[in-house]
């Protein structure tokens, strides 16, 4: 499709590839900045991916933002297939309910069914990470089952803990570090999902998948994936 740009400020542009959320529009994010990235053009600082769009951030004295929208419209065409990123299926293993997912019982309410059937909900389906954001390392997935969808709690947290795996309408993520938070928490997992001396420090990226796994809280010291 033909992208269309937005000016966010004086060194920023902001290229949106589709209205939907999906999976389909979600690539053809993940594409552009492969080709922009390949293309190196002179004066781009930071590309930074979202759901539907990509914000280019630039230097103004190097490159013109008529001439940079030029460059992203003719990379954006180019037909030339690129090498497919490396994608991940990475298993996330969760002690739901308890202590660590202190909203499972009030989630099953409110959608009037048990938390057996909200974990069996959650773990039954493999998400795609569309974005990471908020905080270093936190993944935004979807999509989540419909019957799963909740609105944000309406009163934030001022701290969730490390390790909390929430829901929201139609998405779920986890937190990499202690934050404020207004999903539901519905569980907790030991994994590491940031760490600045790992490299990469993510263990997530655009376009990689996730599956949770419910385990006991005994497992959490034992569990492999």
Do not use: C
């Not at 936190?138 to 909390?164: H, Q």
């Amino acid at each position: 499709m033909t992208p269309i740009y937005r000016t966010m400020g004086d060194r920023s542009l902001l290229v949106e590839l589709g209205e939907d959320i999906s999976p389909a529009t979600n690539a053809l994010v993940q594409d552009l900045m492969q080709r922009l990235e390949s293309a190196a053009i002179p004066g781009i600082r930071e590309l930074a991916p979202a759901y539907r769009s990509l914000l280019v951030t630039y230097n103004p004295l190097v490159i013109s933002p008529a001439e940079l929208q030029s460059r992203i419209t003719s990379v954006a065409g180019d037909t030339r297939r690129m090498s497919a990123p490396v994608v991940k299926l990475v298993t996330v293993p969760v002690v739901y309910g308890g202590a660590g997912g202190p909203d499972l019982e009030s989630v099953a309410a409110h959608l009037r069914i048990d938390a057996e059937e909200v974990v069996r909900l959650h773990t039954g389906t493999v998400y795609r990470v569309y974005m990471i954001g908020f905080m270093p390392g936190y993944p935004y997935m979807g999509e989540l089952p419909a019957a799963l969808a909740m609105p944000r709690r309406r009163t934030p947290r001022t701290r969730v803990p490390k390790g909390s795996v929430g829901i929201a309408q139609r998405q779920t993520g986890i937190y990499p570090v202690d934050s404020p938070g207004g999903w539901q928490i519905i569980g907790w997992t030991p994994i590491e999902l940031f760490d600045p001396h790992r490299r990469p420090p993510s263990l997530l990226d655009m376009g990689d998948t996730v599956k949770f796994e419910a385990i006991r809280p005994e497992e959490v010291d034992t569990w492999r994936p």
